[in-house]
């Protein structure tokens, strides 16, 4: 009777564990050495003729105006803008 009450309860603590689920650490993906990580765009913000801030990463150039004059641009700016004109 006894040898069946022990041999009951340390197969009931053996299953007890059993029973709980345990947690997987999540994977992790092998990094290439090769990719550099994304790095934020340097650039700067200038006040465009139209009187709205831009944010471009290209530098300012000079360049003929359409009215014969010279005017102050910058280059390469956010958005779908490669020349924006400049307020001096």
Not at 3 to 24: C, E, G, M, N
Not at 28 to 36: M, Y
Not at 62 to 86: E, H, K, Q, S
């Amino acid at each position: 009777m006894r040898i069946t009450l022990i041999a009951a309860f340390l197969l009931l603590s053996a299953l007890a564990p059993a029973d709980i689920p345990h947690k997987a650490p999540p994977l992790r993906r092998p990094s290439d050495l090769f990719v550099q990580p994304q790095s934020t765009h340097k650039g700067t913000w200038y006040f465009s003729a139209k009187g709205h801030a831009i944010f471009c990463y290209g530098p300012t150039m000079i360049i003929a105006a359409p009215n014969g004059g010279m005017m102050r641009v910058a280059t390469f700016c956010r958005g779908d803008n490669t020349i924006v004109p400049l307020r001096d």
